[in-house]
């Protein structure tokens, strides 16, 4: 049995069903899940592992429901910098073409060491582009290293050009290999069990890049083995034109037609919805993943999260794809979507309550997880520390809450996941950061040039 203990947190924020905010306040765990949170004076006054929190407010661990982590090796290329997404992905698609094994793996790890560095503890990833014999598994074993708590996506492209995809025929596989793939890693990595660290998602990439037959038959293996679902849906106006084209059906009444709606399913982006549409999610318990920056980095519109909550649908945040962010900080991402309700008309239309609330029990919701998101007794010991300190929140402490969601974005300056802390004063704790990101920039060089 090992046991940790956090004390003196100047604000604990538990996130919790009564939304306590514990002046003084700390954490007891046990084998990494909690046993006790209240007052530092109330909790053991030992533990195996003790950490003076004191200058500091305390979170839960953020939650990130949808990344492109491989997409940070493509950062800010100069062709796709101003384009829509169909054209931004046309223009990407060719130096995708050219992944492998170890840039998978080594922008996983970048990808992720940058979440966590932000106080991200929990993440998911949609990986749908698996060229010259890369795989998930390259990226999951980059999580695993990490210590970070991993929804791995399993996406897949399979509707080329040639058959009226978006994607080229050079980067999409066989049907019968993803769904054989699927399986193979469901069952050698899916931990379904309370605090499990990898789970598996089945994700077929979008409307416009697999077709009808797979989307329904990854459903049926997803629910014949008890996982998630995941996949892009109503992310622009050229899809929703898309989908009304190919199928005569709006991309959610399209989604709804073959099964993609449930308390296993969670879809990322979602902008472009209607009333009868948000009530279908709301209904169905079907989780959204607001990814605001993306968004407006494509000008792809504003996703209608008052409505989404207002309504009772889960939402939770993705920084998205590094390319089209181009950050994967999620405090940043959690910022972000409360300015951007607001700035429609509405000043009150997100608050900093609710903001956070996206980034940890949102997100867990939307994962369909129970184990993660609150600082509560039985919860797993995943939390996030930042100095109060710091020049970013100065003259801001009246509430430091609402500091960490207004003011400038700052790194985690301890993180822990699963009881076991990963950063320490600002640092990975077992991690040399400078060699992992020269060999990341330069596989992000050799990519581009050789496109």
């Not at 980067?171 to 054989?180: G, M, P, Q, S």
């Not at 968004?295 to 089209?324: E, Q």
């Not at 609710?354 to 919860?379: E, N, S």
């Amino acid at each position: 049995m090992s046991t940790l203990l956090v004390k003196n947190a100047d604000h604990l924020i538990t996130m919790d069903d009564e939304g306590r905010r514990i002046a003084g306040g700390g954490l007891f765990a046990v084998d990494g899940v909690i046993a006790q949170v209240g007052p530092s004076a109330a909790l053991p006054s030992s533990a195996d592992v003790v950490i003076d929190a004191g200058g500091r407010i305390l979170i839960p661990g953020l939650v990130n429901t949808h990344h492109h982590l491989y997409q940070s090796l493509t950062r800010v290329l100069p062709a796709a910098q101003d384009a829509d997404l169909f054209h931004w992905l046309k223009t990407l698609y060719p130096i995708w073409a050219g992944l492998t094994p170890e840039a998978i793996y080594i922008s996983a790890k970048v990808g992720l060491a940058e979440m966590m560095l932000a106080g991200c503890t929990t993440s998911s990833d949609h990986l749908y582009i698996l060229p010259n014999g890369s795989r998930i598994d390259d990226e999951i074993a980059a999580a695993v290293e990490l210590g970070i708590r991993f929804h791995a996506a399993r996406g897949s492209m399979s509707l080329g050009e040639s058959a009226g995809g978006l994607p080229p025929d050079r980067v999409v596989e066989k049907e019968d290999a993803i769904l054989a793939d699927s399986r193979r890693l469901i069952e050698t990595y899916h931990q379904p069990q309370r605090f499990g660290m990898v789970r598996i998602v089945l994700a077929p990439c979008s409307p416009f890049s697999v077709t009808p037959d797979l989307m329904r038959a990854s459903a049926e293996m997803a629910r014949s083995y008890g996982v998630h679902l995941h996949t892009h849906l109503a992310e622009t106006v050229d899809e929703e034109q898309f989908c009304l084209a190919q199928f005569g059906r709006r991309p959610a009444e399209y989604a709804e037609d073959l099964g993609w709606v449930g308390a296993d399913v969670w879809h990322a982006h979602a902008v472009h919805i209607n009333s009868q549409e948000i009530g279908l999610f709301a209904r169905t318990g079907t989780g959204v993943c607001h990814c605001p920056s993306s968004n407006m980095r494509l000008a792809s519109g504003i996703a209608p999260v008052k409505s989404y909550l207002a309504a009772g649908v889960k939402v939770g945040l993705g920084v998205d794809g590094s390319a089209s962010n181009d950050s994967g900080h999620l405090l940043n991402e959690a910022r972000t979507a409360l300015l951007l309700q607001r700035v429609q008309g509405d000043p009150a239309a997100l608050t900093a309550t609710q903001a956070l609330h996206l980034a940890t029990r949102g997100g867990a919701a939307v994962l369909g997880r129970d184990d993660i998101g609150a600082l509560a007794p039985g919860m797993a010991a995943d939390f996030a520390a930042y100095r109060l300190d710091a020049i970013d929140f100065a003259g801001a402490l009246h509430d430091p809450l609402a500091a960490l969601l207004f003011c400038g974005p700052v790194r985690a300056d301890l993180v822990a996941v699963q009881g076991r802390v990963r950063i320490q004063e600002g640092q990975f704790v077992d991690l040399d950061l400078p060699p992992l990101i020269a060999r990341h920039n330069a596989i992000a060089k050799a990519l581009a040039n050789g496109a």
